[in-house]
């Protein structure tokens, strides 16, 4: 059981008749009224489209304060994390709750190794794909089927925790690799035994028995840290979509298949790409003007928004962008790339924070806004952004719905509604 402390009492007043619901206090004196009981004493429900005020759990994982820009995973800040941790020590962190000793991480990476590779008969699905499809329908259609491969699965919740754990991480790693090759159009490269999380990745992206592919420490330190910065969230769309799934009983792997689906949206995951789409559309046929697009972002009668800019949560800049944005920087110089798309991200963020409707909306960067290029540099292609993010989101998925999967007070997610549709009436009569 999660416990938050109930602090007071709330009074409501209905029709005459006042009611009392608890007040509870969480770990950083954020504070939640309980309405479980709402409809049965008052007969009402609440009204709250996107949940921008609905508490849907309490939660030992991710800590976000959204007004000073604030990130911790079990506790630890975003800043401490991407400056002393990797990936896999951060995805340990966040399942278990505690950062793995020597032997525990040894163990994990061991676990790592063992689940890298897939049914051999798996590879063949990539051939049926056709050569224009989008990695992230290859994702999620791959995760899903690895519980076809692995029967035992269906029943994921009996299955020892690191196992599952590594062995989605791993796999996802792999089947993330195999569909950027099947976009290529080049051979694919198996996960070896003495390459790190990310080395291995890179090398299963970029290794060609004409070029081969040697790790390069600084890109290495890099992707670790915008993996970490990507690992978790709390209660963001795609990780409530994993925990919905997972809230009616199915298994591990049909819920992340499904939060992949949710990250795509361009609203979401997507918008890193989405990002690098708008930087591009901006120098190739704005001209490279930056008032004019901060001009259409602002004006209700046009659809285009400012990608990477703005969040439900946060209402000052997002800590994880000023980390990708020094991240961005050290990428370029260090592989001497002049990116154009760069200057125009920074003059689109000069311009916006100097902008009162931007201001007004606390509209700023978010993880999304600098991320891409960094990806660019590093030479994975645009669609393949959103791939990545869902490779650091999905400890984070996995801790989420371990934890809904074991809280006392889990139900199935099912939300009520207000109806204001038509009243009875008769086919005959109409
Ligand atoms: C992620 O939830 C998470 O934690 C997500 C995430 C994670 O780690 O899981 O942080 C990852 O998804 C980051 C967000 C990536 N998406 C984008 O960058 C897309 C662009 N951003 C917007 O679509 C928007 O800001 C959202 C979707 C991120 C947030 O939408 P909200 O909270 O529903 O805010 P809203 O649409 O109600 O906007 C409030 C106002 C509106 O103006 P008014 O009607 O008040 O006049 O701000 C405006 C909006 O029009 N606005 C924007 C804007 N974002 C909001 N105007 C221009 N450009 C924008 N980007």
């Keep these: 059981m999660l416990y938050a402390k109930e602090i007071s009492k709330a009074t409501l007043e209905v029709n005459g008749k006042t009611f009392q619901l608890p007040v509870y206090m969480g770990t950083e ?3 939640a009224l309980d309405i479980r009981n709402l409809r049965a004493q008052t007969g009402l429900i609440t ?7 609905t508490g849907a759990c309490a939660s030992n994982i991710t800590y976000i304060d959204g007004e000073k820009g604030i990130l911790r995973y079990r506790g630890y800040d975003i800043a401490d994390l991407t400056e002393h941790c990797n990936f ?64 035992e699965l269906e029943h994921s919740a009996n299955e020892a925790i690191d196992s599952m754990v590594t062995r989605l991480l791993s796999k996802l790693r792999t089947i993330a690799a195999f569909a950027y090759k099947k976009m290529k159009g080049h ?45 978790d969230h709390e209660q963001n769309c795609s990780s409530t979509v994993v925990k919905a799934v997972g809230s009616s009983d199915a298994n591990l792997y049909a819920s992340i298949s499904a939060g992949i689906c949710a990250l795509w949206g361009p609203k979401h995951g997507g918008a890193n790409q989405a990002v690098i789409e708008m930087l591009e559309d901006i120098q190739n046929n704005q001209h490279g003007d930056v008032i004019g697009a901060l001009e259409r972002a602002k004006s209700k009668e046009d659809p285009f928004r400012l990608m990477g800019f703005g969040h439900r949560v946060y209402k000052t800049y997002d800590p994880r962008a000023e980390i990708a944005k020094k991240i961005c920087h050290k990428v370029l110089d260090y592989l001497g790339v002049n990116d154009p798309l760069l200057d125009i991200a920074q003059r689109l963020e000069a311009g916006a924070l100097s902008d009162q409707y931007f201001q007004e909306r606390h509209l700023y960067p978010n993880v999304d806004f600098y991320t891409g290029i960094s990806y660019r540099a590093i030479g994975i292609p645009t669609n393949m952004f959103t791939v990545l993010f869902a490779l650091g989101r999905l400890p984070g998925w996995i801790a989420q719905w371990l934890e809904m999967r074991d809280a006392s007070e889990h139900r199935i997610y099912r939300p009520r509604q207000l109806y204001v549709g038509p009243k009875l009436h008769s086919v005959k009569a109409d």
């Design 29 to 31: 004196g954020e504070m």
């Design 47 to 53: 009204y709250d489209p996107g949940f921008g005020n």
């Design 88 to 151: 896999l020590e951060v995805a340990y962190l966040l399942v278990h709750g505690f950062l793995p000793n020597k032997e525990e991480y040894a163990a994990f990476s061991s676990m790592m190794n063992q689940h890298s590779m897939l049914h051999e008969d798996m590879r063949h699905f990539y051939n049926l794909f056709p050569e224009h499809a989008h990695p992230m329908a290859m994702l999620s259609a791959m995760v899903v089927t690895l519980s076809t491969f692995y029967p």
């Design 187 to 231: 051979p694919i490269v198996y996960p070896r035994p003495d390459l790190s999380y990310c080395d291995n990745f890179l090398n299963m992206l970029f290794y060609t028995p004409v070029n081969g592919y040697k790790p390069d420490p600084v890109i290495t330190k890099a992707l670790n840290q915008l993996l970490i910065l990507q690992a």
